[in-house]
């Protein structure tokens, strides 16, 4: 087409404006591996000392290497060490090394490579990278299929205080993750996260992107958000990279899979067969830590368990901290009553660093630790695979601590001590449901439901069968919010002068624990369900939110279950719950930290299998 020919259309379409261009980035293969390169150039290089190397490509992949004396065993070392600990390089990014400053070397024998040499002024962190014909540098991001469906969407850091959807893609059926090589950071002081990648619960809001809440009709409703909810944004001052939402169940409401899933589909537990329900709200954050070695932490919230169900049938770790420790601005609000930021992870130790930069000055470390133990429903005979486990982790946390333990039962204390004349599973029976419902209707359902029929001419958005059940009911009941507060109010005032009580020489005078319910039980995502119902009732995984204290979840081991999805044995993690006194969550951090330590709590693995690891059942063969 000539000149003539696009002045010729421009004007046929009664306009000479022209769109803006402007680029998004690359998606190249280097071997079979894929990469996103960033749109920034991080650097501009001469390239005629390295034309011949280029050939037809457009990119070249190289590597920059930090080094005095250029030796073949210095930079042989190197590269090893790079192959090691980062999961971005690989060989082919030996084919040619860049070094900072002046070299008379034009190659170098590296294993069974001969690499290009080329130099520049350009100060490059070490590692790998991508030259374009032009000159200009890319960063290295390797792309990852969201196989186990934890993400909602896949995010990349604009450059600014804003973030964009990735527009990359890589085989998988789900969203393509994009992570930076974790050789271009260094931690410091001030970025103690530096190259940490984390995802986030789809009720944070981050700048530039939708958020959705679990809901169709709310993300395409909403414009993107114009702030960071305060949370993330303590993450990426930090250092921590922002890889994607997360999958959440509807307005962070608890939903089962498959049947009360309809907007969305919940995340796959890769643990076991691969077909066992994640627990909820914080579905994607929980599956995607367990499923990716390549994922560092997730950022959930627990409202009622919203963490802590995720990492128990995941097997990782995960907490709901002390009421308040985080605020919560741009953070859709399930009952700000009850509402808290928690983080989950494979490493404990890596998670408490992000508890640290999250938290800020509201947590304080301390590693002076209870020496009194008090047990909830503890068994005491090893007469199954999982109650062995529990007595074998409570010896070894005695020995540990130095301590003693003793059973002690909440209910049976608050009644002796005639607190209420009404038992306290009834007293506290409406409690949780009041809350979550009276509190969420007014701040999301209402504002919700007005500006989505002022758009579309008066009518309702579809949303999930727990959500309408839950709002259903809550319009409806007599029980009122301020008896609920007064109720959850007592309750804490008792449990925190009478179960777990602060101490000044440890924080709390007593270490809690219980183990799950759930220990080694199946829930199939193949299942059918009966109708939704409120989530009356009042059990362990209670006492956390309404007395504010801490509730953090470690993994201990896993157990033997025969699988109706592949006809075989297959494994489930175990999980204990441990408490303190409110406030005390930094010692409690420190004390699971020492645990790990002393080789009592172990780094999960990321799989089929939280203990041995391997590949997700339905990813073999790929």
């Known amino acids: 087409m000539g000149l003539c020919s696009v002045l010729g259309t421009a004007l046929l379409f009664g306009s000479t404006a022209s769109a803006a261009l402007s680029s998004t980035g690359f998606t190249v293969e280097l071997g079979d591996i894929p990469y996103f390169l960033p749109p920034k150039v991080v650097a501009t290089i001469d390239v005629a000392q390295c034309k011949a190397i280029f050939g037809l490509a457009p990119f070249i992949p190289f590597t920059a290497v930090n080094s005095n004396t250029y030796s073949v065993a210095e930079i042989s070392s190197a590269a090893k060490k790079y192959l090691e600990e980062d999961d971005v390089f690989q060989e082919g990014f030996l084919e040619a090394l860049y070094i900072h400053g002046n070299s008379n070397t034009t190659s170098i024998q590296i294993s069974n490579t001969t690499a290009s040499i080329f130099t520049g002024t350009a100060v490059l962190p070490p590692g790998p990278y991508f030259l374009s014909a032009l000159g200009q540098v890319y960063e290295a991001w390797r792309l990852y299929s969201d196989t186990n469906g934890a993400f909602t969407e896949s995010v990349i850091a604009n450059g600014d205080d804003s973030y964009s959807v990735l527009p990359a893609g890589t085989v998988g059926q789900h969203s393509a993750l994009a992570v930076p090589s974790r050789l271009y950071y260094e931690k410091t002081e001030e970025k103690p996260l530096a190259g940490v990648r984390i995802g986030i619960k789809d009720i944070y809001d981050i700048k530039g992107l939708r958020t959705s809440n679990g809901n169709r009709a709310w993300y395409w409703l909403y414009p993107p958000a114009e702030n960071t909810a305060t949370p993330v944004q303590s993450l990426i001052d930090a250092g921590a990279i922002i890889v994607g939402k997360m999958v959440t169940s509807q307005f962070a409401n608890g939903e089962v899979a498959t049947a009360d899933w309809v907007d969305y589909h919940e995340a796959f537990n890769p643990r076991g067969d691969g077909y066992q329900d994640t627990s909820s709200s914080s579905s994607g954050g929980g599956a995607g830590a367990a499923a990716y070695e390549w994922l560092d932490v997730t950022l959930g919230s627990d409202t009622g368990g919203s963490v802590r169900g995720p990492s128990q049938v995941q097997g990782i770790y995960g907490n709901r901290p002390s009421h308040g420790l985080a605020s919560l601005e741009h953070v859709m609000a399930l009952s700000p009553t009850l509402d808290t930021a928690g983080l989950m992870s494979k490493d404990p130790i890596l998670w408490k660093a992000a508890a640290q930069a999250m938290y800020k000055e509201n947590i304080t470390f301390s590693t002076s630790f209870p020496s009194k133990i008090i047990t909830l429903a503890w068994p005491t005979e090893a007469d199954t695979v999982g109650n062995a486990l529990l007595l ?231």
């Open 392 to 622: 074998d982790f409570l010896a070894n946390v005695t020995s540990f601590l130095k301590a003693n333990a003793t059973a002690f039962n909440v209910s049976e204390t608050w009644s002796r001590q005639n607190i209420t004349a009404e038992p306290l599973e009834s007293y506290l029976n409406l409690t949780y449901s009041v809350l979550i419902t009276k509190e969420q209707i007014p701040l999301v359902r209402d504002p919700f439901y007005a500006d989505y029929a002022a758009k579309h001419d008066g009518r309702l958005p579809f949303i999930d069968p727990v959500p309408l059940a839950r709002w259903g009911w809550g319009e409806n009941t007599t029980e009122t919010l301020e008896s609920a507060r007064t109720k959850k109010a007592t309750f804490m005032s008792w449990f925190n002068s009478t179960v777990l009580v602060p101490s000044p020489s440890t924080c709390s005078d007593s270490l809690l624990m219980y183990g799950s319910s759930s220990v080694g039980a199946t829930t199939y995502r193949n299942k059918y369900r009966s109708e939704p119902a409120p989530p009356f009732g009042f059990r362990a995984g209670t006492y956390s939110g309404m007395s504010e204290a801490p509730d953090f979840v470690v993994p201990i081991g896993e157990v033997p279950y025969n699988s109706t999805i592949t006809g075989h044995v297959e494994y489930l993690p175990v999980a204990v719950d441990l408490m303190v006194a409110k406030g005390c969550d930094g010692m409690l951090f420190s004390l699971i930290e020492g645990l790990h330590e002393a080789g009592i709590l172990k780094t999960a693995l990321a799989g089929q299998s939280g203990i041995t690891g391997g590949e997700v059942l339905f990813r073999r063969g790929m």
